[in-house]
């Protein structure tokens, strides 16, 4: 069996804003658009990721929030609705999501054997996280890849964000030599927002871009300095400026999904693309790709 | 009609209790104490449950759920394994949305969410399943929000407060919450459960001492405190105390028993009950600002909110009878929503703005610079029916009863066609006699207003 890869990373945010704002058949609530600037975006990752062919997507949204180790979705298939606690208004969507639960199984398992606190979900009543969909579909609204869904240990929160990265990139070490192991081509998916600051009030209708910026200067800087250092394949320096990056600017990296791929990429020197950088509802969002699979094999 | 909270409770989250409490004697402990509560709800004449809940975070405001029967199979995030609870509550909608207005009232971002399959919250559906089986009675539920502090959980259960006194509820407060929230990491066998840390469990009897010496005021004011001790930061702050307290007027001569405290899975799991029959100890000092009012700065957004339309607002004018309600726009002068004589009811002119933020449904016909705006007429008509149907129903009658309407549009040659189609399927069933006027102008920006007389 040829050894498997991972053959692009992705930034992928998944603010419910832009699937409302797409109009996908599957989403009950309609829009007027808006957020173009980073649905864009994610038209040139799509038809960036055209070019490459993979099996799998591998996932890590901190919307499924756990907080006794790391857990994997270990069903077959999910078929439910979504419907977004804090934006119900913008997100109720009816998903048919496959899962390869071999992968999510050998990636439990070596995450176990290396020392983790994880567990398997099994039972049929759950129902997948609104981050993961949103990631997905705005991805490969075809919904023709199986993913592994991982849920978001609450690391930095329970201890603090050093904690949280540690373990993270630990986990990022056990995701890559479960997907070697298993010969599969995997694209990988952090689905988290850089800054992370909301405004607290929505403008009616909400897809009015006149009224989207960003909350303030400061999360500004902090947004367009990690893009930067993506950009520049500074990945060893955005880890060690997370703990600050998680703090100053709320960042919703918080839930670990920025540092794992990090790790689960080797903490990769080559440089990231930007596709799209815009912010929905006050919080920066930077759609981004890490083609792997032009890098060689080292 | 005087409201009353007559029972607060304080309860864990976890889904333990329901789903195997026979694994664990302390959760069964926990189990027994939460039926012993619902014993003690139910010897009471409360007829509504107000649940906050530290599990549903909210960013807009504050969110309270007005579906009149959420239906759906909760699981929970972490203690998947431990199986599913289906549930179908029954909501007071009537109360969540005047709520949400009062919310808006006292300067808070609000608002009511309805939707099928709206995931209620692992709190929320263990409380009312164990509290109120079966909905003997109609519960609402309210988010926490992330960002809010001190004062805006304060003015958030004063909103509430507004709204128990305004319809005359025997409310039950519950505050769903862990005390110390540390869980332990890794998977346990049940007879392994204990708090997590010494340190947890000496915080959590210290608040436990309080609360059984009624001290609800005092805790409110430890809650910073308590946060950073013995929290995992999921929200902002330790907010439920915030809430509890000001539920019961920043008391603390409650009388409070503490039913059982346990470990569900490290974290400090408590059900405790505070009734409002003093103890006799004399209220104790508190410090901290009571506020009745938010005026803090979140509309960064600078939605315009709450717009008078450039007219002063009035509250009703009262009287023996007289009837008023925060469900109908506030009047623009010196006079009451409606009067009562003999049989009849006369209301006083009614437009279509929303009472709380003064929305115009449709939208208004100009803007501040008098300059004309493309409306609705339809929509506008349609909101003036439901405003007449709310105070109608406040005085006790209903839109049925309707005997004589003189209708005044702004616009005849524009608005007469959709205003006669509204009329149609709405007050055209019930079949007054009816007067349609055309005038210059109406006082706020509004083009339909409707006088009604009706059978009491
Ligand atoms: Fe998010």
Redesign the pocket.
Known sequence: MAKGSIVAGCLA???PHLVYADNPPQNEPESEGGWEQLRWGYDRLRESLSKVDYDVIVILS??WQTYVGTHFIGLPHCTSKSVDPIFPNLFRFDYDIEIDVDLARAIHDQAKSDGMSVKMMENPDFRVDY?TIVSCHMLRPEWDKPIVSISSNRGMHYYSPEVMQEMMLELGRATSKAIEASGKRCLLVA???LS?RHFTTETNPPEDMSKEHITSHAMHLWDMRMIELMRAGKSQQILDEMPEFCEQAIS?AD?GAFSWILSAMGIPEEPAILHGYGTIIG?GNAVIEWPCHEWGDD | MSGEIVKSLVVPAHPHPVLCPEKNEGWQRIRDAYDEARRQIEETDADLIIVYSTLWPSIIGHQIQADPNPEWVMVDADFHDLGSIPYSLQIDTEFAHAWNAANKARGLESRTVAYHGFPIDVGSVVALELLNPGNRIPAVICSTNVYSNRAETTVLAKACMDVVKAQGKKAVAVSVMSLSNRMFTEPIEPHEDRIHSLKDDEWNRKILEFLSEGRLEDIGQLSRTIHDQIRVKKVVAFKPMWWLSAMNDNRNDLTGEVLAYEAIHGAGAAVVVLDPESNGTGDKEYDEDDVEFYGGDRNVLDVEEGDDHGVALHDPTTGDTSFNTDKAPKPVGAYPHARKEGNLLYLSGVGPRQPGDNSIPGGPIRDSDGNSLEYDIKAQTRAVIENVSRILEEAGSSLDKVIDVTSFLVDMDRDFAGYNEVWAETLGKVGPTRTTLAIRALPTPIAVELKVIARA
């Open positions: 945010p998944h603010p901190p919307h981050g689905s988290n927002s992370h919703e839930g919080t």
